[in-house]
């Protein structure tokens, strides 16, 4: 595939978060793409509202973006334990649209996080919301982004070659799931 379409979405709303800055560089090693990033403002999930509103623009607009992508890459901060409720909500949310746009996506999951476990159970739990979706999450190599906010210079690049060498393997992986 010469130009895919790539969805990025941040667990975290935040405009200069670690797990943006990740993703951003996940877009870099990736290499040449359309790079798409999602937004997941999106108001609180109620069945209540669904019922007399039906699905928000910015919902439909979301599963939109996820059937048109070739591949997409999630990154999620870790708050307690567990992945972001913006991004918990955002699948809700997703699940309640016609058709389901995860079905059988190419799906890179990583973290970054202040804790020294890099988002690690977070991502974990991740995986295991995306399982009734039924895409095809790949399996690794794991990118747990320790520490996150020391690893990133003034350009947002990741500082450290370890981090990189597996972020790009992972974007390797990816990009080769795009041809099966």
Do not use: C
Request: proline share 6%.
């Amino acid at each position: 595939m010469a130009d895919p379409r790539l969805l990025t979405i941040s667990g975290s709303l935040r405009r200069g978060a670690t797990n943006r800055k990740l993703l951003a560089e996940a877009a870099r090693v990736f290499g040449s793409a359309t790079v798409v990033e999602a937004d997941l403002n999106l108001p609180l999930y109620d069945g209540d509202a669904e019922a007399a509103d039906g699905i928000p623009p910015a919902v439909q607009a979301l599963a939109d973006e996820i059937a048109a992508a070739d591949a997409v890459v999630i990154s999620t901060p870790e708050y307690n334990k567990g992945p972001s409720g913006v991004l918990k909500n955002a699948l809700d949310w997703v699940s309640r649209t016609e058709g389901n746009p995860w079905a059988d996506k190419p799906v890179a999951v990583m973290s970054a996080a202040a804790g020294r476990a890099g988002g690690e159970q977070a991502q974990a739990l991740l995986r295991g919301f995306l399982v009734p979706f039924q895409p095809r999450v790949l399996s690794g190599p794991g990118v747990h982004l320790a520490g996150s906010s020391k690893e990133f210079d003034e350009r947002g690049r990741l500082t450290s070659a370890q981090y990189e060498a597996t972020l790009t393997k992972l974007m390797q992986k990816l990009r080769a799931e795009l041809d099966r």
